[in-house]
């Protein structure tokens, strides 16, 4: 299975790096060894949960499967999963590629495209590189990590499976943060190494300067709703609302909230057409949506009505106002 355990690890490398979710690997499918002998000679099948969705990832064993027998194949093991059957392979030809949509077969080709309907990905085409550069933005994961640090969620010595599942995150995915926090030289792992405990070599504000040129906007895009539903009017307060809630800030004429966005794929279903505006009106409910949950960011154990003071600022801070920067400064975390 070391071609399919290899797809499998670089397309949850490539759904981590665009939507901002983990693919939680859980081993092999009990159920495989039941399946007629020629499936079982024919694909690899693993067991995944994404964005708390149970899924069974498959992938050729060799070489590429005629289309109509795979589209066939597909249907027969997910009768029998109950659950989401998503295709993973390394290349896809176009006509192919139209009709498993047309079909809404779900499948990932690392780095290139995915198509997840049961997810509300209809349809995901990027190129990306398979590792950062060490003068390059962060991965969302590694971003994640660094400000649940900063909020004081984690404790001073890291215990990597702990973490993990603090931030129901894959152990391969604590052990992408930990090449990049290394990369950049901000974990020591000598003076724990038999332990295999991680320590942050900088806290607190130093930690931030030092981060911060590396971390990315959290805004993937911004949207209105007209008449919002009640769900969207929970969601916490982000950009200037949360700005002006926290500081002597005057309230923006629309009031601003984020969501993740693979929540906002999920929750955008419920809407009509004619509630989702490109630009802002009057009495409409200005949406981010990030590249990650911001409840992943949020204080652990305090009411959180905002967004994290970290992401807030990563988001507002190329903002050329000057009100705005002088409000930046009061929230405390060392502005500029």
């Not at 299975?1 to 290899?6: D, G, I, K, L």
């Not at 998503?86 to 176009?94: P, S």
């Not at 500081?247 to 923006?252: A, H, I, R, V």
Request: glycine fraction near 8%; charged fraction near 25%.
């Amino acid at each position: 299975m070391t071609n399919a355990h290899n797809l499998f690890i670089q397309a949850g490398i490539y759904l981590q790096q665009t939507l901002g979710e983990d693919l939680l690997q859980e081993g092999a499918w009990e159920k495989g060894a039941q399946l007629p002998r020629y499936l079982a000679q024919t694909y690899d099948m693993g067991k995944a949960r994404l964005a708390g969705i149970e899924v069974l990832l498959m992938a050729n064993k060799d070489g590429v499967q005629a289309l109509p027998a795979l589209l066939k194949q597909r249907a027969l093991i997910q009768k029998e999963a109950g659950v989401p059957v998503i295709w993973v392979g390394d290349t896809l030809q176009a006509y192919a590629r139209k009709e498993m949509v047309a079909r809404r077969m779900p499948f990932i080709i690392p780095f290139k495209q995915a198509y997840l309907p049961p997810l509300g990905v209809e349809f995901q085409e990027r190129a990306l590189a398979t590792r950062v550069d060490a003068k390059e933005k962060l991965h969302m994961a590694t971003q994640v990590f660094l400000i649940n640090a900063l909020l004081g969620n984690l404790p001073d010595t890291l215990n990597p499976k702990e973490i993990a599942m603090y931030l129901g995150y894959s152990l391969m995915t604590m052990t992408r943060i930990k090449s990049e926090l290394m990369e950049h030289g901000w974990l020591d792992v000598g003076a724990y190494k038999n332990e295999r405990i991680w320590r942050l070599n900088l806290q607190g504000d130093a930690l931030w300067d030092a981060v911060k040129p590396c971390l990315q906007n959290p805004v993937r895009k911004r949207i209105w709703l007209r008449n919002p539903l009640d769900k969207f009017l929970q969601l916490p307060l982000a950009g200037l609302s949360a700005l002006a809630g926290q500081t002597m800030l005057g309230e923006p004429p629309n009031v601003v909230r984020a969501i993740g966005e693979m929540e906002w794929r999920s929750a955008q279903k419920e809407l009509a057409g004619e509630q989702i505006l490109p630009e802002a009106i009057e009495g409409a409910l200005e949406l981010e949506v990030w590249r990650y949950a911001p409840a992943r960011t949020q204080f652990k154990q305090e009411r959180n009505d905002y967004v994290d003071p970290y992401s807030l600022l990563l988001s507002l801070g190329d903002m050329n106002d000057d009100r705005v920067q002088i409000a930046l400064t009061e929230i405390g975390i060392g502005v500029k």
